[in-house]
């Protein structure tokens, strides 16, 4: 028997993330984060960004289950360049603080050229925008026989009709 004693876990705020690194990818960002060691009752980790390097404008891109390390933001511009901060989150509710506590972490998508043909390489041929390119070039060979045939019809036509322009001068000068 011994008396009551209440325990109250983990009270204390969580960590922050250890590290936070953009890795440029085409028409995207990779994230990747470090989570610190030793126990915790971390929940998740909240990534932010923004076009500006103040956290105030940023927005949420998504909350991510511990121990998740990593997202990927897809579908951006070539050469988009993003800010990004880390919150971590307990199972309480309660956030850690941000990293980096200033200016966000900057991000670019890749712009190199080369990375982009790559990346393209092999693909537009097979969608719809390939097909509906490919058609008119197809048909160009069916309408260059097409108007051979029709400057020999006009040769033959502007031809006959000298002929009877002459034939017709003629018979007027009798």
Request: charged share 15%; no cysteine; proline share 7%.
């Amino acid at each position: 028997s011994s008396t009551l004693t209440q325990l109250d876990g983990i009270l204390a705020p969580p960590p922050t993330v250890t590290s936070l690194v953009p890795t440029a990818l085409v028409f995207a960002i990779r994230l990747k984060w470090g989570l610190p060691a030793g126990p915790s009752i971390l929940e998740r980790t909240e990534i932010w960004y923004s076009a500006s390097p103040a956290f105030e404008s940023a927005q949420k891109l998504g909350d991510y289950a511990f121990p998740q390390d990593s997202t990927t933001l897809m579908g951006l511009s070539a050469g988009a360049r993003l800010h990004f901060w880390a919150i971590l989150r307990d199972r309480n509710g309660v956030a850690g603080p941000r990293y980096p506590a200033g200016n966000g972490v900057f991000g670019q998508a890749s712009s190199d050229a080369g990375e982009i043909l790559e990346y393209l390489t092999g693909k537009i041929t097979q969608t719809q925008l390939a097909r509906d390119v490919l058609a008119p070039i197809e048909r160009i060979p069916v309408l260059e026989t097409l108007i051979a045939q029709e400057e020999t019809t006009r040769q033959s036509q502007n031809e006959a009709m000298a002929q009877t322009i002459s034939t017709v001068s003629a018979k007027v000068n009798q």
